[in-house]
């Protein structure tokens, strides 16, 4: 089982990961928790939509949430090409390979192909958006997290070496990746623009939408996301963290929003450009992954967004990851117990 | 059940919780601990001793570790008075209540009285001892949390209000309390210096020694802390947080030394001083009662330093705190199950 | 020239320097400065007074402010008493020394004594203020620097020794005290809290005030402070720092308010509490006595808020501080000139 | 005047700024500014060359520091490219240009290539250098601002149009340009990799080398490095800042190295990566262009590092920039005399 190889000539250049399209069955109170708990910026709102955008964004959007009756999905995850003509670069190169992929329009948004990858994600290139001025120094209005942009997306699929490899086929470069036992790859981090993640896949059953990740400051503007969560009826909603990553990326915390849609705040992460940098291989061993802080809840390894239109399947061997839950059971075991129990 | 009222005309003048005296079944590996992730200073160091001292204390110090090959354990909880004359005045009070006192020499200490609290907590009085440089504003050599001085003593007992009117007696003013059902008082937050706590009961059985707080100056120094502790071998000792105490004093981080004692490294607290800085009370209700984070794990509740020469008893009402895990359970229950668990 | 001794049996207990009462000429930019860049909130408005507390402060205010059509002006500087006795103990003790002391009234306060001490600084004592709730763990409220609580006051004075003997009689302590050539006294802290300064008093013509502390929680408050003055038009307000005090105490920023009165935002300073906590000789050096961070320009040596009925006279003796504007003059002489002036 | 238009097909595929080679008259006192202060690492030494790297960075070095006995200067400015052919594609492109460019051996990289710019800054290009572990999560040895990343070069050119247009012949885009009365370009900032700076020209005599900067994680860090430098000697390396620049980029301080060299320390800029990101024009006006923070004093303006082998010539239209001392000597003017000079 080999990591997927990256092609250096890619048919056209995606850049980034931009932007995702959400669903939410209470528009009120995802509005809520996006702009006073992340402290996304709302740059337009219709009774069924809202369109946010990160602080230091000039895009119009990099989260788009529409109002759903139905049970909160993902509907679409949306990259960068750098120009419009990769457009039809990118429609020529989906027809040579048989993939079906359309043009639409979208609001806000320059001509968008919409398409799936090979694991069934649901996704959207586009060159151009409406622009707005940038937020990051009007300080005196930022809240929350203040999130400066969206960073990368995390997906949940059988056979990560397959979902991947349609990916470094369009240039993407594999920064990290996990292997259990035998070397079987169970997670790949892969990137256009200059750090280690623009889409990540880890094996499970999927593809599911497991959760995207904001970039915002410093270590403060977590905690006060987190004062913020406590204070306006969403600290519930912190599902894992503060803590920081082992193979060292960053600091993290992983919330759900009010639709259960799971997104990681995270500190900037490495620069990651020279043809040095080598994918790092992680052997996933027993144990807390992390330099420190507990390992997840069994939430975060088992609950996820649907994504709109993608067929569920299973991976033929299922991971045994370490829960919170099985950490503090094999704790507990060996713990003292309490010297005395009844008044002598 | 009513609030022991502070005597506003004290017997003799306690200053504030300055030291501790712990024992260790591995100095070395302690003393490791102590400066690396926590920040401590060693003032003193034999093969048998240590003392150590925060970054802002001038005081010689305010953490002494002694070895031991027995269960590691809390000698002795140390107390300043203001002036050698409030030794005597303490010497005649408690000849006057029947309490056994007796003056002993402590290195690197004036004049010292030994006596135990009537909760059975073993305590030291003092006025004066050798003084060192501050060493606050020499970053170039601070590590880990980089703690700046002792805070407060947290102690167990089977009886809170028994516990704590010796205390008042001695001019503790009480800063908060907590209550269970029917207005039952189980905990109790007492001060001298001007903040919230020098010395904390919480009911359990008892007396034990809980946790001693370091404060630490802003929460970039906890996560650098945390990093420490991960990277040197001491991520296990990670037991709690960091989390939001939800009454506000402060943040915070709970900490396990490789003997087991558990430390807080936590913010500044809150200044109280005036008159109008009446008790406030907080019911406790179910739930989680930080202002955010997990609830603490049974260990947290459970597990405690033994005081040395203390005969343990418990109360007649045992708590039933929310504990990580009863959390983790209840939520578990309400979750839902991955959606498929088999390729088709 | 010796440093005043502290009366340890002081006549009555003078705890803090707690509030402070300026006029402004424009009390809407004022209320705008400190609610926006300082992060005061509003207990109580009219249309010529607003009180404003810091963001933990029980007391129902710490800055008073007053609409005025003269020059603006410092009318009072307000300490807390421990108990309402201590107010008719301070009374006799003024009535002992022939001081001038008064009972008014003062809204939102308990009996307020008003007297001027031996400088000429006009001051007030009450025990009892109406309290508010803290607001100290609400963070999505918080604004600014998120300024905490009230700490200290600066008044020039041409005698500080004289100017100090005053308050060491009432109890307070000396912490700090700065020696010129021959051991002149040219500055003396002072505290009855546990941290090193309630009242300073530095050599000039005097009495002027100089300025008040408010403390903040971390140095990114500060940050945000000095972002919040950008964005809204304070800008020019920021007159020193950021820096780091020399003698360690704390972080530091000056600002002045929009009539011109200085403020200092600062962290928290250390702990002074216990009898070996001697006063601290600083000699001052020619240069810069800062830890980093240039030295403070004329503006901040030279200009103050007059302190209302108060008779301002000189310094026998002058003294020469480094002013940034000396400082860099100092530079430029010893600078390398441009190397090249006219294109070939 | 107009801003020189990027090649999007440009000949070879530069990607960042990332290496330098300084001269110094002092390695030790060199070594030890830029391990305790700025916190880089060394990767090799020997009694007459030292090469560090940032935190983060697997490559071997991104500052060189030869021992030199004349008047310290920066020897070379170096870019990467990203694979081995694009070296020979720039050889090809410098060749039909006309500009002398050669391959040489320096040790630790790859084949690299020699050549000046159009303004005469000495550069080099490779694609590979020798790789060594990131250290950015063993932060129990990180020091002073624990500086992350080289990330770009300011250089003074009198023609910055005719500078520029050499690398926006190379791919690179404009991100702001500063223009002075009448639209004359005085500033251009180009990039490469995906934040607004890999390449900075400014007019004044030239071409000289003004500053190289490095990226710090978090503002504490820069308190860190400003504490060290205050604590090791090196207070008066401190030039200007802390402070944010005006067009937003980031916080910032410049510190001057014991040969005189200026770097910046600065926070984690915008991401710059879409078409739809124009470049920005900032029309200079009289006064202070940053958000806040005093201007910066005239050795920043004037003093610089000669680049080795280039010819300086000044421009034909001298800036008259806004110095601190300027600034203070305009205000000093307007500036509130003492009341009093003479005690009565």
Known sequence: MSLPQTNVRPPFNVTRASHLVLTSRDLAKARDFYTEVVGLKVSDETATTIHLRGLEERAHHSLTLKRTKEEPACERVGFRVFEEEDLEKAKAHFDR???????????????????????????????????????????????????LRMDHFQVLTPDVVSAASFYTELGFRVSDYYCAAA???????????????????????GPRFHHFGYIVPEMHHVVRALDCAGNLGFGE??????????????????????????????????????????????????GNTNLWGLPPPRSWFEECSPLIGAKVTAPDVQGEPLTLEKYLFAKGDAAKPEPVKKRA
């Open 237 to 286: 909603n912190i599902e894992h963290g503060p803590g920081r990553h082992g193979h060292g990326h960053s600091y993290y915390v992983y919330l759900r929003d009010p639709d259960g849609h799971r997104l990681e705040l995270l500190l900037p992460a490495i620069q990651i450009i020279d043809i040095d940098d080598e994918p790092m291989r992680y052997d996933v061993k027993p």
């Open 183 to 205: 070397g079987r790859i169970i997670g790949i981090f892969m990137h256009r623009k200059d750090n280690p993640h623009d889409m990540v896949f880890l094996t499970r059953a």
């Open 97 to 147: 390979c048989g993939i079906p992929a359309k043009f639409v329009n979208v609001p806000f948004q320059g001509r968008t192909l919409h398409l799936a990858d090979t694991a069934g994600t649901p996704l959207e290139f586009c060159a151009r958006m409406k622009t707005l001025p940038r937020m990051q120094t009007r300080t005196h209005e930022h809240k929350g997290a203040g999130a």
